[in-house]
């Protein structure tokens, strides 16, 4: 199993950006397919974005087209969530996870790794 730690959560004002980072752990990096998950204060853990094992297809929710990008650099085994024009209703815990196949996933139940999450909070 692969082991995750984010990176770059913090508080920022509406219309900032962050950058989220996610380090894994173990040699087969490359060919999991990982996802950015985020988790609002009594609310349920919700699907941001995902990408394939070599980068080449991503997927973002809705909600965030247009604002967040997901990318990976495999020689540094870490996994990226750029976040621009952030709302307050951007707000929760962002987690990583890795998933042991190639292709992306939105579902949570598809990922079988996860980090400890970091905490985004974004001010109006």
């Known amino acids: 199993q692969v082991q995750l730690v984010e990176s770059g959560g913090g508080l920022v004002q509406a219309g900032g950006s962050l950058r989220l980072s996610c380090a894994a752990s173990?040699?087969?990096?490359?060919?999991?397919?990982m996802g950015w998950f985020r988790q609002a204060p009594g609310k349920e853990r919700e699907f941001v974005a995902a990408?394939?094992?070599?980068?080449?297809?991503?997927y973002h929710v809705d909600s965030v087209k247009g604002r967040f990008t997901i990318s990976r650099d495999n020689a540094k085994n870490t996994v990226y969530l750029q976040m621009s024009s952030l709302k307050p209703e951007d707000t929760a815990v962002y987690y990583c996870?890795?998933?042991?196949?190639?292709?992306?996933?939105?579902?949570?139940?598809?990922?079988?790794?996860w980090g400890q999450g970091t905490q985004v909070t974004v001010s109006s």
């Open positions: 990408i394939n094992w070599i980068g080449e297809s991503t």
């Open positions: 996870a890795s998933r042991t196949a190639y292709s992306n996933s939105p579902y949570y139940t598809d990922y079988t790794s």
């Open positions: 173990g040699r087969a990096f490359n060919r999991y397919a």
